[in-house]
């Protein structure tokens, strides 16, 4: 009976363990920012996951000591002790790094926390996107965070364009607080091979794909392939402040939402030993 249990116990883990290497496979890239002097500047930083090249960026992307972590629903993302700052400054390639190259629909996620955007009523635009090259708006599907009027600041959706792009108008964002963004890019077919759609997900709570996305934006990109994630940021004051952390890149929602770590999964088998013992 014992023996029983114990491999009931085992085939659970085993499992697990198997469910835990499908997901990974899916994540191809990931940067937490751990690894890193705090204060380097970001370029030629060259740690994390998966990816094919060393970060690229200005002097006003540095690593802030200082981490983000996010807890929604069934999603935790504990972002440790290090994040990427960026400073007082705009550029279109404010930090750049490449991916393996994707023709399929893929995903991107990652934590946002600005101490100052909103803060004032002066306009401060900030945007991650995905291209093959160096950022034009018209070669890139991307989420962007920008003053919908006054001292309100949202999350919009934008593809294909140098401005514009629906607002996420159910969240004015707050300062100081940390958001989780899941984006999805992806082709319709109506042009042809080529990347047309982007939904972005503002603070997901669930670890399967919600069934409609926060907002969504269309047009075509004319690329059939993307292997560039940027960061772009414009109209900033000297004091201007963005920090972001946990950046993923995958084939699946899944690969780019953390599962539940091995903590949880050593607990549930805790939990399940406790059982069989009590019988
Ligand atoms: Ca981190
Ligand atoms: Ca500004
Ligand atoms: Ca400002």
């Known amino acids: 009976m014992i023996r029983k249990s114990a491999f009931r116990v085992c085939a659970a883990a085993v499992g697990l363990a198997g469910l835990s290497v499908s997901a990974s496979a899916a994540l191809l ?11 380097s500047a970001i370029s030629g930083a060259n740690d994390g996951q998966g990816w094919t090249g060393a970060w690229a960026g200005q002097a006003a992307a540095t690593i802030a000591g200082t981490g983000l972590s996010y807890s ?7 972002g440790g002790g290090q994040a990427l700052r960026i400073l007082g400054d705009s550029n279109n390639n404010m930090a750049t790094r490449t991916f393996a190259p994707q023709s399929d629909t893929f995903y991107f996620s990652f934590l946002f926390q600005s101490p100052t955007a909103g803060a004032e009523t002066e306009r401060d635009f900030f945007q991650v996107w995905l291209s093959d090259g160096s950022y034009s708006g018209t070669n ?5 965070h920008d003053q919908f009027s006054g001292a309100t600041h949202r999350f919009l959706a934008r593809i294909a364009k140098n401005s514009g792009g629906p607002f996420f108008n159910d969240l004015d964002t707050v300062v100081n607080e940390t958001y989780l963004v899941v984006g999805k890019v992806s082709k319709t ?4 091979a080529n990347f047309d759609r982007v939904d972005i997900f503002i603070n997901p709570t669930t670890l399967t794909e919600p069934a409609v996305s926060s907002v969504f934006d269309t047009g075509d990109t004319n690329r059939s392939s993307m292997s560039v994630l940027g960061i772009r940021t414009a109209l900033l004051e000297s004091t201007d402040e963005y920090l972001l952390d946990e950046f993923r890149i995958g084939t699946t929602w899944a690969s780019v939402i953390p599962e539940p770590g091995s903590l949880a999964i050593a607990m549930m088998l805790g939990g399940a030993m406790l059982l069989r013992r009590r019988r």
């Open 29 to 39: 890239s990931h940067e937490s920012f751990e690894t890193y002097s705090e204060g």
């Open 72 to 78: 929604g629903g069934d999603i935790n993302i504990d």
């Open 140 to 144: 890139s599907a991307s989420v962007a």
């Open 189 to 192: 077919g109506d042009s042809g």
